[in-house]
């Protein structure tokens, strides 16, 4: 399921902070697999933006965990006042992103394989294998 939503960085994970309301909240607690992608902003060559797309699954951060809190002062800090009004409200729950593989991409012709137990090994992707 393709989606969009804010997340941070923390402690070498990606985080979501999703309501129930959305179909890919509903989707991800039935189904833990997920696939990230970050794009950077629009240049003048959109086919040469770098992203990197993740593969993973994620798993709930409970409020009364002390991550939970961590966590959420990384959304405050980076999202301002609306953190406010959503972090109280019932329905929306943490999800940290455990990744396990990924594709990097640098530009034309530098695609890569994000790989190694801290995806910090890149893989040179040879078309011509």
Do not use: C
């Not at 800090?77 to 640098?106: K, T, W, Y």
């Amino acid at each position: 399921m393709a989606s969009h939503a804010p997340l941070v960085w923390f402690d070498s994970h990606s985080y979501l902070f999703l309501s129930e309301l959305a179909s890919h909240t509903r989707h991800l607690t039935e189904n833990p697999a997920i696939s990230l992608i970050l794009v950077e902003p629009e240049t003048s060559n959109p086919f040469a933006r770098q992203r990197i797309t993740l593969h993973g699954e994620v798993e709930i951060i409970a409020r009364e965990e002390p991550l939970f809190k961590q966590v959420l002062q990384r959304f405050h800090h980076q999202f301002g006042d609306i953190m406010q009004v959503i972090e109280p409200l019932a329905d929306f729950h943490l999800f940290r992103v455990n990744a396990d593989s990924g594709r990097f991409i640098r530009g034309f012709g530098q695609a890569y394989e994000v790989g190694g137990d801290d995806l910090d090994q890149l893989i040179h992707i040879d078309p011509r294998r």
